[in-house]
């Protein structure tokens, strides 16, 4: 891109419906939370956005910043509960924060990373072999991290939310949202979610430019 050029604006995004989605997490734990899904998204996707909190009641005029997360979906962690990475657990923390503060969980259809799922699958066959995450995914022909957050703009700007505290440990996640025009009040970290088998892997999240403070690092 030039120096003079305008970054292209996303077409607008609008909600196709909202309804009540009563969660509950692993200890039993009952979550109100409502589920909004959206027509013009550019990508065709399915994704969702999950009101919590606050946020979970419908309320036209909600007040305070929404704290929101963008979770990519990961099958093998949010649902399978695979240690080989802390997707999971990240989920499960994301939903109990939001619904404390009030704000939206963005369930982005983004398995590994943008890659798909068989090919998720197929990185971690290499990984077996000795690879790190992003490499895996270079010796795949594919981008360390492919995702592209220009629909989850679309969703927060269909849902009103213009400004919002970021749940993450990724930078790149605020940066595009900043960039896309949407303002970022703080960002909010994360815990830090070990496994047994999980280190090496964020260890390479650490050094590719996630906040993460792992010990021994």
Not at 30 to 50: K, N, Q
Not at 107 to 134: M, P, S, V, W
Not at 200 to 214: C, F, I, N, Q, S
Request: hydrophobic share 40%; charged share 25%.
């Amino acid at each position: 891109m030039s120096v003079d050029a305008v970054p292209v604006e996303p077409p607008v995004a609008s909600v196709r419906r909202s309804v009540d989605l009563p969660l509950r997490l692993v200890d039993g734990t009952p979550v109100p939370a409502r589920l909004t899904t959206f027509h013009g998204l550019v990508d065709g996707r399915e994704h969702v956005a999950i009101g919590l909190g606050s946020r979970a009641v419908g309320d036209p005029r909600p007040v305070g910043v929404p704290l929101v997360r963008l979770h990519s979906e990961c099958l093998t962690g949010d649902v399978l509960g695979s240690a080989r990475c802390d997707c999971g657990p990240q989920l499960e923390e994301a939903i109990r924060r939001v619904s404390h503060a009030g704000g939206y969980l963005l369930y982005l259809r983004q398995e590994g990373r943008d890659i798909g799922l068989y090919n998720k699958i197929d990185a971690y066959a290499l990984q077996d072999r000795g690879l790190d995450t992003y490499e895996a995914n270079r010796a795949l022909g594919f981008a360390d991290d492919a995702r592209d957050y220009t629909v989850a703009v679309q969703m927060l700007e269909a849902l009103g939310v213009d400004r919002l505290d970021l749940l993450s440990n990724n930078p790149d996640k605020g940066d595009q949202l900043e960039a896309a025009g949407i303002r970022v009040e703080r960002r909010v970290r994360t815990g830090l979610h070990l496994s047994p088998v999980n280190h090496g892997y964020l260890a390479t999240k650490a050094a590719g430019g996630h906040v993460l403070r792992l010990p021994g690092l």
